[in-house]
């Protein structure tokens, strides 16, 4: 079956240091999504992608977040200056947009913010 | 909006006894539902999905989960657990094929030998 691959698989930062998320979706899909899942929390959008573009996002993907798809295979969450409260567990999604095709989840990266 | 409420937090069952998982959702239009399953330390991985057609579904693992439109709920059962199935399970909305999926808080399942 494809993956979703994302890395690193683990991050350690700074508070206020930037860092930059990556992930390789499957290569015929179109739609692409970012999730995080603080420790013992329910999973939660953060942003959708479409056509290089946002379609949608969360009241938590404020200015601090960026998404970007450089180069047409890897699809990247920034996050500007991070804060403690953005450590958590960041899974990238990505799918077809067809009805009967499932979402693809990648195995996360674990960000820790110290 | 859409939500969805997963009822128990935590879930304790004896290896090859029967365990139901419930779920509810609220939705003023019409949903795609799911169940996914995170293994320990693990990504998410998909159990199965309602779409529309037959209410009961079966998925992976030898999990099934039933649709009940009057009752708002989709509940997740298995008819006899093993230790593997150890896990957090979330039941999980969305509008349309693409449109964000929105999440319960999650039901931890612990298998006891």
């Known amino acids: 079956e494809p993956e979703v691959t994302q890395t690193p698989s683990h991050q350690v930062t700074q508070m206020g240091q930037e860092v930059i998320l990556r992930c390789v979706p499957i290569s015929n899909h179109l739609y692409f999504y970012w999730y995080r899942q603080i420790l013992g929390q329910k999973v939660e959008f953060l942003v959708s992608?479409?056509?290089?573009?946002?379609?949608?996002k969360s009241e938590i993907f404020d200015d601090q977040f960026s998404v970007e798809r450089p180069d047409g295979s890897n699809f990247t969450l920034k996050i500007r200056s991070t804060k403690l409260e953005d450590s958590a567990m960041y899974f990238c999604?990505?799918?077809?947009?067809?009805?009967?095709?499932?979402?693809?989840f990648g195995s996360g990266t674990q960000l820790s913010v110290l | 909006a859409q939500s969805v409420t997963q009822l128990d937090s935590q879930v304790p069952v004896f290896e090859e006894a029967p365990v139901e998982l419930r779920c509810n959702y609220s939705?003023?239009?019409?949903?795609?539902l799911f169940w996914y399953v995170q293994y320990p330390n693990q990504g998410l991985q998909l159990l199965l999905k309602y779409l529309s057609g037959s209410t009961l579904v079966k998925g992976i693992n030898g999990f099934e989960a039933e649709f009940n439109k009057s009752q708002t709920s989709f509940h997740l059962r298995k008819p006899s657990v093993h230790i593997s199935d150890t896990a957090e399970y979330f039941c999980?909305?969305?509008?349309?094929?693409?449109?964000?999926?929105?999440f319960g808080p999650g039901t931890s399942l612990s298998v006891i030998p």
């Open positions: 992608f479409y056509n290089n573009e946002i379609s949608e």
């Open positions: 939705s003023s239009v019409s949903v795609y």
């Open positions: 999604a990505s799918s077809t947009g067809t009805e009967n095709e499932k979402l693809f």
């Open positions: 999980a909305l969305e509008k349309t094929s693409y449109d964000k999926v929105i």
